[in-house]
């Protein structure tokens, strides 16, 4: 059974800094494209990182960009997200997520297969 799980979430302030972790099981996700997404209140889904199996590559959503850090440590099958300078509107439950593919589809939710449960953020201004 493919399992993706989630910590690290947890009641922050804005301005601090927290890390996102996901471990996966019951695959190798090494060649996966892995993806960090987040979904606040009434809102839809939506794009955070991702970083590419072979060749480590990262995207990021714009809003995150130069304060988000994606990376995975396949020994371990972990992605993190190093979360630096979180505001209020960073505010949701992040999702941790796998694909076998590549390409544009990795930055929407439909492009993964596999899915964490969630771990809530929630930033104090």
């Known amino acids: 059974q493919v399992q993706l799980v989630e910590s690290g979430g947890g009641l922050v302030q804005a301005g601090d800094s927290l890390r996102l972790s996901c471990v996966g099981s019951?695959?190798?996700?090494?060649?996966?494209?892995m993806g960090w997404f987040r979904q606040a209140p009434g809102k839809e889904r939506e794009f955070v990182a991702c970083?590419?199996?072979?060749?480590?590559?990262?995207y990021y959503k714009d809003s995150v960009k130069g304060r988000f850090t994606i990376s995975r440590d396949n020994a371990k099958n972990t992605v993190y997200l190093q979360m630096n300078a979180v505001d209020a509107e960073d505010t949701a439950v992040y999702y941790c997520?796998?694909?076998?593919?590549?390409?544009?589809?990795?930055?929407?939710?439909?492009?993964?297969?596999?899915w964490g449960q969630g771990t809530q953020v929630t930033v104090s201004s």
């Open positions: 019951g695959r190798t996700f090494s060649r996966d494209t």
């Open positions: 970083i590419t199996g072979f060749t480590g590559n990262t």
């Open positions: 997520a796998a694909t076998p593919y590549n390409g544009d589809r990795v930055l929407r939710a439909t492009g993964y297969n596999y």
